[in-house]
């Protein structure tokens, strides 16, 4: 059975905190020194948990986070070292692109180049309330999303920091290290990107792209365990579809960072094991446990290899 995993990350000297300071706070540095790793150490940990392909991103916020002609440079570079990596390893490794969403227009052509000409699969996008103060579905975006439908490639949405006006409403009084992980890992980052997805759903984003694909990690970022309530609650009256039907319409979920059957099995319950896809959130997750997750699957073993590769052999077209 061969084992896809679509979240797995990288990043570049440029675009890396630095020490004590961002994701290395939390993390330290032997998760610095795996997230430069784009070689023999990353296949060895692949090779000793069976895990066939990653498809590698930047970690968040990446080139987001800047501004101008430094924002679309430094995303060309992160690319330009990835794609070095995938050419290296072609049957092992594929991109997603990181891209400078501060400049829509930018973003959308640096698109087109990573996925026609450096062969990326697709594109994360790390939430962009925190770097570019609005979501997707601000009309700034629809020169973006518009190329991901004409290139026919999926927009992976991925959390990102909170903006500091809302970090402050929400985490303060909390010691440093608390808040950081409740505004992020923990919880709220999860929160707003599932927000993010709903707001997709009722601005009308999936109207006016119809062929626009979503992929969400975290098992749907709490959405699926939520989806019958949001239908509930939810009323679109100028929608053609309920909020469920435009999620299962248009999103996959990732297991990523998830290594427990319960939310795993209710993603695959509530949306069908036809939108559920493997990931481990390489190297913020454990190879070895996401693959012992996959191997716990109570599930039929041809629906386990959907999960494990089928699936995302669709959704990117391999």
């Not at 330290?28 to 590698?56: E, N, S, Y």
């Not at 995303?75 to 050419?87: F, Q, S, T, W």
């Not at 119809?210 to 019958?228: K, T």
């Not at 209710?266 to 493997?278: K, N, P, T």
């Amino acid at each position: 059975m061969r084992i896809i995993a679509l979240e797995e990350h990288f990043w570049t000297p440029a675009l890396a905190p630095a020490p004590g300071t961002g994701t290395l706070a939390f993390w330290g540095p032997q998760t610095d020194h795996d997230l430069r790793d784009l070689g023999l150490k990353r296949l060895a940990d692949m090779d000793a948990c069976g895990i066939d392909f990653q498809v590698v991103s930047h970690v968040a916020p990446a080139a987001q986070g800047l501004a101008g002609e430094s924002a679309l440079a430094r995303a060309r570079e992160a690319n330009d070292m990835l794609a070095a990596a995938v050419r290296s390893h072609p049957d092992r490794f594929g991109g997603f692109a990181t891209l400078p969403t501060g400049d829509a227009s930018a973003a959308a052509d640096e698109l087109e180049r990573a996925c026609t000409e450096l062969g990326f699969l697709g594109a994360m996008v790390n939430s962009t309330l925190g770097s570019n103060d609005a979501f997707l579905d601000d009309t700034r975006f629809e020169v973006l999303l518009s190329r991901f439908e004409r290139l026919d490639v999926p927009l992976y949405l991925h959390p990102a920091p909170p903006p500091a006006a809302l970090r402050s409403v929400l985490y303060s009084g909390l010691p440093s290290a608390v808040a950081g992980r409740l505004a992020t890992g923990a919880w709220g980052w999860h929160a707003e990107a599932g927000l993010h997805v709903l707001r997709m759903i009722a601005t009308g984003v999936f109207d006016r792209h119809p062929r626009l694909r979503l992929i969400v990690g975290h098992c749907g970022e709490m959405l699926p365990f939520m989806l019958a309530r949001i239908d509930a609650m939810l009323p679109l009256p100028q929608a053609r579809l309920s909020p469920s039907e435009y999620f299962l319409r248009h999103v996959w979920v990732t297991t990523s960072g998830l290594f427990t059957l319960p939310p795993v099995m209710c993603a695959i319950e509530v949306l069908g094991v036809d939108r559920v896809m493997f990931s481990v959130d390489y190297p913020f997750g454990s190879n070895t446990e996401g693959r012992a997750l996959l191997d716990a699957l109570p599930l039929d073993p041809a629906d386990v290899a959907k999960i494990a590769s089928g699936n995302a052999e669709q959704v990117l077209h391999l």
